[in-house]
């Protein structure tokens, strides 16, 4: 599979979707799809994901002109046999790389291919990474036998999954909702106190949300009893 060509070919289909939808209520949709793969196509084509990659310029040539191995070819002076190496060296390493976003791509899921172009781009350092090095350093331990690590490899499996799950998460709200929990702002202190409860496991995250719903329409902003 040419990574660069199904990129390509998903943008020609986008822009024709969002043309084709002009007076439809799709056509937003369609439009966040052509602005998505823009972004993807334009950062592909910068090869900032070949930093050592003494062969940027024919492949920039190549992307350039469509795909085209016999235009990049002439334009570079090189054979297209050497060419087609090339390309595909390079194709094989940004398939690697996209391979969530050309997962979500298939599933027209919309969300998880800007999650996963985030992941794949270093928008945002991978989630299971920096939460198990923030706990754990890599140590080698020539008593541990894998045979034994079931419980172990079941919480990294777990952590693992936290990537999935922050799929379609509102920013906004995890910042508020870490804002109330650890900054002490006391006109939070009893919305601190039923979230507290519900991140220890104390309370269900329905029975949570109902008691903000009642308490935060007794008073808005949400503040601690007895405060104006």
Not at 54 to 82: D, I, M, N, T
């Amino acid at each position: 599979m040419l990574v660069f060509r199904v990129l390509q070919d998903e943008l020609e289909e986008a822009m024709q979707r969002a043309t084709l939808s002009e007076y439809d209520n799709s056509v937003f949709m369609a439009e966040d799809w052509v602005e998505l793969l823009e972004r993807m196509v334009s950062w592909v084509e910068s090869c900032t994901w070949l930093p050592k990659s003494p062969h940027k310029r024919e492949l920039r040539a190549f992307l350039q002109a469509g795909c085209s191995y016999r235009k990049a070819a002439q334009k570079c002076k090189v054979s297209e046999q050497w060419l087609y190496s090339v390309v595909d060296r390079a194709s094989s390493i940004l398939e690697q790389r996209f391979y969530g976003v050309l997962k979500a791509l298939r599933q027209r899921n919309i969300k998880a291919a800007e999650h996963e172009f985030r992941k794949a781009t270093g928008e945002f350092p991978n989630l299971f990474e920096s939460v198990i090095r923030n706990i754990y350093q890599p140590v080698q331990h020539e008593s541990v036998e894998l045979n034994s690590c079931s419980d172990e490899l079941d919480f990294l499996q777990w952590v693992m999954g936290l990537e999935d799950d922050m799929v379609g998460l509102d920013r906004s709200r995890i910042e508020h909702l870490l804002y109330i929990l650890f900054e002490g702002d006391p006109r939070y202190r009893v919305a601190r106190e039923y979230l507290t409860q519900c991140v220890e496991g104390n309370w269900g995250v329905d029975e949570t949300v109902e008691l903000l719903t009642k308490y935060e329409a007794s008073t808005r902003p949400i503040l601690a009893e007895g405060e104006d």
